[in-house]
């Protein structure tokens, strides 16, 4: 059996290579906050990838987006939605294309895997507009992505011969140190250094199960920890949120909700909304939905 530090080694370089939509991605991010890029910068970007340039394109020319004239290229898209809407498409293609894999020693399906990274996405985007804290667009791009080191897990498990699966004895976290020596935090967390996302997003990931241990405080880091005691890990679409009482029962809970601003009845109207919006995105992308 290999040294955890081989497997994470190597599962990491595996997925690395999986597909360039992650670095296509981290570089959008950066052309949107320079002052420089334009319009043409961005579609020259994503048009580098026929599987994203396809999914833009479809995804401008539903009713979401209004009627008129059909957008035949990447241009024409990003024209009529504009760069933000393209950004905001951008990621969903992105974790489309990540979240393919089935995850067999997870017991997670590949749209479960998508549908749970979807809803992270869309809650912490909402919680950041409600409450004023961070940034709305990395807050999505967090959530999104915020569970792609299990991919990794994965790959390491099924290079040692497969066998490993979790079953809910324990905590996904514990699960992955005790079967492959490290976690999906910090599988994702090097995942994003590699395709060059920014420092808040990476520390964010990292600090996620834990934001406490890292060594700048990160309110992505702290959002994403609040979310996994709303939404427990692992349930895929079947995505119910845990009581209110028992999220107060959290002491870090109670210190996140205060330094949001916000009450509990607020909470539940942001659940509420992401619900909505959840259900709104499945259906654009998905008509059949």
Known sequence: MKNSEEQFRLAIAKIEKFSPAPAILARALMLLRDPHSDIADIAKLVGSDPSITADLIRCANSVFYGTGEPNRTIGEAIQKIGSNETIRLLNLAVTRVVSTQHLGCYGISADDFWAESLFNGLFLRNLSSASGQGDAGQAYTVGLLRFLGRLAINQAIEDLGGGLYWIGNETISEWEQQSVGFVQAQAGATLLQKWKFSDDMVQAIAGQDDPSALS????????????????????????????????????????FIATCGLSASQIEGIVETTFEDYSRTRRMIDPAV
Do not use: K
């Open 216 to 255: 700048t405080p990160s309110w992505l880091a702290e959002a994403l920890q609040f979310a996994s005691y709303l939404f427990p890990q692992g349930r895929g679409v079947q995505l119910q949120p845990s009581p209110v009482d028992v999220i107060l029962a959290e002491p870090a809970s109670i210190r």
